[in-house]
Nanobody, 122 residues
């Protein structure tokens, strides 16, 4: 079992930056790939970014490529999502998730956090 806790969300203006953090509860986290997903009101949860257990391989949704960066610090059991040039359409609850392999699919992840709200005003 891996417990994940997201933080760092908030209300910002368009063009601003935020860094989301995801804290895991133990060493086994370092064996898992990690993904960030988001869910806007009335929409399905969608893939944002993911990285392998080492962080060396990353993947991004087209909508965030070039603006968001996923990274991890396995010494601290932490994963980050650096979000730059935020847009109103980035408004959503952001979730981190851990799974066996890097994937864009929600069912590729076994453990999920509770989410953190990001709101971008125009």
């Amino acid at each position: 079992q891996v417990q994940l806790v997201e933080s760092g969300g908030g209300l910002v203006e368009a063009g601003s930056s935020l860094r989301l953090s995801c804290a895991a509860d133990g060493w086994s986290f370092n064996r898992y790939a990690v993904g960030w997903f988001r869910q806007a009101p009335g929409k399905e949860r969608e893939f944002v970014a993911a990285c392998t257990w080492s962080g060396q391989t990353t993947d991004y949704a087209d909508s965030v490529k070039g603006r968001f960066t996923i990274s991890r610090d396995n010494n601290k059991y932490m994963v980050y999502l650096e979000m730059n040039n935020l847009k109103p359409e980035d408004t959503a609850v952001y979730y981190c998730a851990a799974g066996g392999l890097i994937s864009r699919a929600r069912d590729g992840y076994d453990f999920w956090g509770q989410g953190t709200q990001v709101t971008v005003s125009s």
